[in-house]
């Protein structure tokens, strides 16, 4: 995809993550009902309505492809191995912080292109924040509806290192992982916002020692990768997307600064 085209896309994905927070927040200011799905996750009225917007909104878009949500019906997914391009979408990422009502949630739409996310736009909009990137163009953070500011991951620090982790999954493996690292910080954010704030340079690295599904990262992967940062499984490998029969994740490390060895203290347990 050339340049400007990817920069009009952007601009297109950031309209309708608007439009999703909009109507998410409509739901967050009032009382709503809390179902369990099958995995016992929360699901809200909320998630539901973000992904008919943006799924709509997504299928408006030319080329026409298909979209991959946290919310889609099974039936809908039946041949996603084999599209080479498609969108990956999580309506409502962090419902649990929705239900706290802790503002640490997001909306995050990607663009999956040979198994990678090279587009993304991940927006909170209980925080205002938006953040965006795409491959070969950079990577940017909007505040309260202000101007758009390009960033860049930040690069070996002196001192703790700067540890976001989740708020609502802790993790044993976690915890002995950061014993073998040395000293560091330890910051609890909840949703994609994790891998927003390595991005960004306000944390050196995003450990996650847990379960997540391709959904939760691929956005926050775009943008992190955008600005300089790397995401990679435990043999130090980027993720990559639809390239199993299941949706889940392996274990990775999102980092700032990818010439660090950040894999010691995780394959030396």
Not at 118 to 129: I, Q, R, T, W, Y
Request: aromatic share 6%.
């Amino acid at each position: 995809m050339k340049l400007n085209a990817k920069q009009a896309l952007l601009n297109e994905l950031r309209a309708i993550a608007t439009a999703a927070g909009d109507a998410i927040m409509s739901v967050y200011g009032g009382e709503f009902a809390v179902e369990l799905k099958d995995d016992q996750s929360p699901l809200t009225e909320a998630d539901r309505v973000s992904h008919e917007l943006i799924v709509a909104a997504l299928k408006s878009l030319r080329p026409a492809l298909p979209v991959l949500s946290e919310e889609s019906a099974p039936e809908e997914l039946t041949n996603r191995l084999s599209w080479e391009r498609y969108w990956l979408v999580d309506p409502l990422d962090g419902t649990k912080e929705f239900v706290k009502r802790n503002g640490e949630f997001t909306v995050n739409i990607a663009l999956v292109e040979q198994n990678r996310a090279s587009v993304g736009v991940v927006l909170a909009p209980a925080k205002e924040l938006e953040y965006s990137g795409a491959f070969g163009l950079g990577a940017w953070r909007r505040v309260s509806g202000g101007p758009l500011e390009e960033f860049r991951t930040a690069l070996r620090q002196t001192g703790p290192v700067r540890v976001v982790c989740s708020r609502s999954h802790p993790s044993g493996a976690l915890a002995a992982y950061l014993k073998r690292l040395g000293p560091h910080e330890l910051k609890p954010m909840g949703s994609s916002l994790k891998i927003c704030l390595v991005a960004d340079g306000q944390a050196d690295m995003y450990p996650r020692l847990g379960p997540t599904s391709e959904w939760d990262t691929a956005a926050a992967q775009a943008i992190l990768e955008s600005a300089g940062g790397s995401m990679m499984d435990s043999a130090g490998q980027a993720l990559r997307y639809n390239t199993k029969d299941g949706l889940l994740n392996p274990y990775f490390l999102a980092v700032g600064d990818p010439d660090r060895d950040w894999l010691a203290a995780l394959n030396n347990g």
